[in-house]
């Protein structure tokens, strides 16, 4: 069964720090990969999506994402964060093959200190 | 558009007790799903339906819980007996499950919180 690795529980960083959240997946085959932002008191929200292409994708709030499919990563970043960056952050692959079935990563949780 | 709703918002319930979920999905989304998030962990999916039809249900644990999505459109989630590992954010979400690869994008509900004494 395929897997998703977060590799940081939690992060604790200062406005304006740069931010980068690892995220590694167990699966062989052609994948579309997410990321997921959940705001305190809030519900799931996308951040990004990879589905094909460029493997550099650009999403909401200047949050990007590199896929790099020989070390099976798909990684957050954010140059700058913001203290309105403080969320939980998730990782999901959905392998092709399994229609449109979603793993989920463990989370990271990112406090920004203003 | 209005978004995923769910109901309750929370819940408290002892061990043994019966409770229920209901989701209401994004008008015109075809697919909806169940999602169990234990604290401290990401969400894993319980059970997906393609319109009233039962798609993947292999990680549902049958014996206690069970869900319907009788008329294609609303659902409900059951467990039955509780026990205290059930303790969770349950999570709907919807997806329009068109031809297009974005059309499969899942839009979450603010979920269920369930805590079982």
């Known amino acids: 069964a395929q897997s998703v690795s977060q590799h940081n529980h939690h992060v604790i960083l200062s406005e304006a720090a740069s931010l980068e959240l690892g995220c590694n997946y167990s699966?062989?085959?052609?994948?579309?990969l997410f990321w997921y932002v959940q705001y305190p008191g809030q519900h799931l929200q996308l951040l990004l999506k990879y589905f094909s292409g460029d493997p550099l994708v650009k999403g909401i709030k200047g949050f990007e994402a590199e896929f790099i499919k020989s070390k099976f990563s798909f990684n957050l970043r954010k140059p700058s964060v913001q203290w309105s960056d403080t969320a939980e952050y998730f990782c999901?692959?959905?392998?092709?093959?399994?229609?449109?079935?979603?793993?989920f990563g463990g989370g990271t949780r990112v406090l920004v200190k203003p | 558009e209005a978004g995923v709703a769910q109901s309750p918002r929370y819940k408290i319930i002892e061990k043994r007790q019966s409770v229920a979920f209901w989701c209401n999905p994004i008008?015109?989304?075809?697919?909806l799903y169940w999602y169990q998030q234990i604290l401290g962990q990401g969400p894993k999916l319980l059970i997906q339906?393609?319109?009233?039809?039962?798609?993947?249900d292999s990680q549902l644990p049958k014996d206690r819980f069970s869900a319907e999505r009788l008329k294609g459109v609303d659902s409900t989630l059951k467990i039955q007996p509780a026990k205290l590992e059930d303790s969770a954010v349950y999570l709907c979400a919807s997806s329009l499950r068109g031809q297009r690869i974005s059309d499969n994008e899942q839009f979450f509900g603010p979920g269920t919180r369930l805590t079982v004494l």
């Open positions: 008008s015109g989304h075809a697919t």
């Open positions: 339906f393609q319109n009233n039809g039962v798609v993947d």
């Open positions: 699966y062989g085959g052609t994948v579309n």
């Open positions: 999901a692959v959905n392998p092709k093959a399994a229609g449109n079935k979603l793993t």
